[in-house]
Every structure is written in C-alpha cells, then in structure tokens.
C-alpha cells in the first residue's frame, strides 16, 4: 500500500535526525536521550552484540566521542519513507575524525526507524555501516 508523502512530516524527521547527529558530533552525546527510545536498539560495525535500550545506545555512541575527534560530519542523499506513526529514514555519510593518532576518513550508510508516540518522533532502530570494501 502506498503512503502519502508528508512534507510536513518528513521535515519533522529530518530535523530530528539533524538534531542527533549534531549532539554526538559536536561533543554532547547525553543529548541522544531526548530523542533515543527506552527501547531502542543498534547493530553497528563495532559492536559483536546488538546495543539494546536506549542507555546502551547513548552509552556506545558517548564511547565513540570520548575516543574520537570529529573534523566534519556529513548526511548525503536522505530518504524519508513515512508509515503513519512510523518511519524509516536512511543517508549516506562522510565523516573525518582523529582517533588512536591517526585521522580516519568514513563513508557509509545509516538507517534509523522512528516511532511517532505522544506527539513527537523516537528513534527506536538503528543501523550503520561502512560502504563495503570495492
């Protein structure tokens, strides 16, 4: 079944997931918990075991910033696909960061599912990788 496209609401979205990114990559990642779900969960490259609950997710990406130094943070090419109180949205990134004294530079892809309860969006999912080996 096909869903109308909310502008309105994929701008919500975005900004949303604009939000988060910009408290983990400017240095404030206790600033997830107003936007991660309780019971949210995350598979990510560097994790064996999936991250579950909203503690644990903000827990991981605070590991993240406390190693790291972030250069730039980029979202390319986002898509927004909206399922009533439910949506998907993915991008590509490009970031550049200082860890363990060498300067990384990362591409990949992220995907979030958010949730719309009490009137505001939560990310309840979450996976990220880097663009596979060529």
Same mark, same amino acid.
């Given at each position: 079944?096909?869903?109308?496209?909310?502008?309105?609401?994929?701008?919500?979205?975005?900004?949303?997931?604009?939000?988060?990114?910009?408290?983990?990559?400017?240095?404030?990642?206790?600033?997830?918990?107003?936007?991660?779900? *309780? +019971?949210? =969960?995350?598979?990510?490259?560097? &994790?064996?075991?999936?991250?579950? $609950? %909203?503690?644990?997710?903000?827990?991981?990406?605070?590991?993240?910033?406390?190693?790291?130094?972030?250069?730039?943070?980029?979202?390319?090419?986002?898509?927004?696909?909206?399922?009533? *109180? +439910?949506? =998907?949205?993915?991008?590509?990134? &490009?970031?550049?960061?200082?860890? $363990? %004294?060498?300067?990384?530079?990362?591409?990949?892809?992220?995907?979030?599912?958010?949730?719309?309860?009490?009137?505001?969006?939560?990310?309840?999912?979450?996976?990220?990788?880097?663009?596979? +080996?060529?």
């Amino acid at each position: 079944m096909s869903h109308p496209f909310d502008e309105k609401v994929a701008a919500e979205l975005w900004a949303t997931v604009r939000a988060m990114n910009d408290a983990w990559t400017k240095g404030d990642p206790d600033r997830l918990r107003d936007y991660f779900h *309780d +019971a949210m =969960v995350a598979v990510t490259p560097v &994790d064996r075991n999936r991250l579950e $609950g %909203g503690e644990a997710c903000v827990a991981g990406w605070k590991r993240f910033c406390d190693a790291a130094r972030i250069h730039y943070w980029r979202e390319i090419e986002p898509s927004i696909q909206i399922y009533e *109180d +439910a949506a =998907v949205v993915t991008y590509y990134f &490009d970031m550049s960061f200082d860890m $363990g %004294g060498k300067t990384v530079h990362s591409e990949g892809r992220e995907m979030y599912f958010f949730v719309r309860e009490n009137g505001r969006w939560w990310a309840v999912a979450n996976q990220f990788s880097p663009y596979p +080996a060529k």
